[in-house]
T-cell receptor, first 118, second 110 residues
Framework: DTGVSQDPRHKITKRGQNVTFRCDPISEHNRLYWYRQTLGQGPEFLTYFQNEAQLEKSRLLSDRFSAERPKGSFSTLEIQRTEQGDSAMYLC????????????????FGEGSWLTVV | GDSVTQMEGPVTLSEEAFLTINCTYTATGYPSLFWYVQYPGEGLQLLLKATKADDKGSNKGFEATYRKETTSFHLEKGSVQVSDSAVYFCALEGTYKYIFGTGTRLKVLA
């Protein structure tokens, strides 16, 4: 059973460019999460999908950020007009259909995609 | 809103020392609680979890007990090893998100 896969693992981009990250969750996991992590901090929630529906989105997610999960399988996170403050690791996680939210479902993280904006 | 507070690190211990990393939470109701570990250059891995009050999660010699009265979920290990050096995150499960603490870096010296 393969884990959560993220691509690319590292991305260096110039300020103002657009970047896109891809996440392939564990097979048959219908719940998918995106988080952002900066050095010395814990993961910050960005957005949540249940199948293809985006059910929760953080206020941290400005209009420059958009995420999709078109067929309920892989997901993409796009950042438009990148800024230096966007430099961070972007983590994807997934979990299987389990109990209702809050009942102890384990989420499984990918290794993350590092973004450096220069 | 919901939040998690962890003791600040780094924590530096000698091998075989006793470890405690404090974690307290603020939440509506009684959420499930987790400890995740992150090794350098890697994503987060589940270490242990507890889903209700007085539950004890355990794994690889680590333990944590869900204390409703003190809203705490402190991580303990009786004898740490060099290989335990990592960053440890306490987290709670909300409705559609998991909320993480800022992490505690542990360094174990041989």
């Amino acid at each position: 059973d393969t884990g959560v896969s993220q691509d690319p693992r590292h991305k260096i981009t110039k300020r103002g460019q657009n970047v896109t990250f891809r996440c392939d969750p564990i097979s048959e996991h219908n719940r998918l999460y995106w988080y952002r992590q900066t050095l010395g901090q814990g993961p910050e929630f960005l957005t949540y999908f249940q199948n293809e529906a985006q059910l929760e989105k953080s206020r941290l997610l400005s209009d420059r950020f958009s995420a999709e999960r078109p067929k309920g399988s892989f997901s993409t996170l796009e950042i438009q007009r990148t800024e230096q403050g966007d430099s961070a690791m972007y983590l994807c996680a997934s979990s299987p259909t389990g109990g209702p939210p809050g009942s102890g479902n384990t989420i499984y993280f990918g290794e993350g995609s590092w973004l450096t904006v220069v | 809103g919901d939040s998690v507070t962890q003791m600040e690190g780094p924590v530096t211990l000698s091998e075989e020392a006793f470890l405690t990393i404090n974690c307290t939470y603020t939440a509506t109701g009684y959420p499930s609680l987790f400890w995740y570990v992150q090794y350098p250059g890697e994503g987060l891995q589940l270490l242990l979890k507890a889903t209700k009050a007085d539950d004890k999660g355990s794994n690889k010699g680590f333990e944590a007990t869900y204390r409703k009265e003190t809203t705490s979920f402190h991580l303990e290990k009786g004898s740490v090893q060099v290989s335990d050096s990592a960053v440890y995150f306490c987290a709670l499960e909300g409705t559609y998100k998991y909320i993480f603490g800022t992490g505690t870096r542990l360094k174990v010296l041989a």
